[in-house]
Antibody, heavy 116, light 113 residues
Framework: EVQLVESGGGLVQPGGSLRLSCAASGFTLGRYWMHWVRQAPGKGLVWVSRINGDGSSTTYADSVKGRFTISRDNAKNTLYLQMNSLRAEDTAVYFC?????????WGKGTAVTVSS | DIVMTQSPDSLAVSLGERATITCKSSQSVLYSSNNKNYLAWYQQKPGQPPKLLISWASTRESGVPDRFSGSGSGTDFTLTISSLQAEDVAVYSCQQYYSTPSTFGQGTKVEIK
């Protein structure tokens, strides 16, 4: 079964850091672009970042550029999102997705709350 | 960035009746070289991730009931649920994947009247 499982979310103070993980199973991670998408409470979906199959190319939304870093370890079948200098507006459920053209597989998401 | 605007924001429809959601993009998402619209529709139930229903504006994913259909081209698109069932209560979102960043509509909440 093709599956994505996120972890690493939680409560963090403004200015703090978190590292999200997304474990993939049922498919060869390295063959796909992978993405992070977030959804603030009661709001719509917002694309955050993407990384190509071998990790050599990354792109970020303007709102997280310079603060978030996407990476992957294909040997471990895992995608990561390092989030630094977190702000209240980063509070959301973070989903990892396979591809975006369109996004055919989604994890269940991990919740990040930035609050003092 | 391409802005995706859905209407209405919410919709209440009687069981068995038709539900229609529209999505408008701020620029065309039709790629002329292959004549494909880079537009998808997702269904999201409370506490769940989005589920891909339709890609390329009108191609239903495997396992999606045929009461769901997508249409449109260029900048104007429609998702139709021909006969609303109780299990269709959800938020529906459109997405363009024509250009980076990929962007989503704000979502339309479908409820039972």
């Amino acid at each position: 079964e093709v599956q994505l499982v996120e972890s690493g979310g939680g409560l963090v103070q403004p200015g703090g850091s978190l590292r999200l993980s997304c474990a993939a199973s049922g498919f060869t991670l390295g063959r796909y672009w992978m993405h992070w998408v977030r959804q603030a409470p009661g709001k719509g979906l917002v694309w955050v970042s993407r990384i190509n199959g071998d990790g050599s190319s990354t792109t970020y939304a303007d709102s997280v550029k310079g603060r978030f870093t996407i990476s992957r370890d294909n040997a471990k079948n895992t995608l990561y999102l390092q989030m630094n200098s977190l702000r209240a507006e980063d509070t959301a459920v973070y989903f990892c997705t396979r591809e975006m053209s369109p996004a055919d597989v989604w994890g269940k998401g991990t919740a990040v709350t930035v609050s003092s | 960035d391409i802005v995706m605007t859905q209407s209405p924001d919410s919709l209440a429809v009687s069981l068995g009746e038709r539900a229609t959601i529209t999505c408008k993009s701020s620029q065309s998402v039709l790629y002329s070289s292959n004549n494909k619209n880079y537009l998808a529709w997702y269904q999201q139930k409370p506490g769940q991730p989005p589920k891909l229903l339709i890609s390329w504006a009108s191609t239903r994913e495997s396992g999606v009931p045929d009461r769901f259909s997508g249409s449109g081209s260029g900048t104007d698109f429609t998702l139709t649920i021909s006969s609303l069932q109780a299990e269709d209560v959800a938020v529906y979102s459109c997405q363009q994947y024509y250009s980076t960043p990929s962007t989503f509509g704000q979502g339309t909440k479908v409820e039972i009247k």
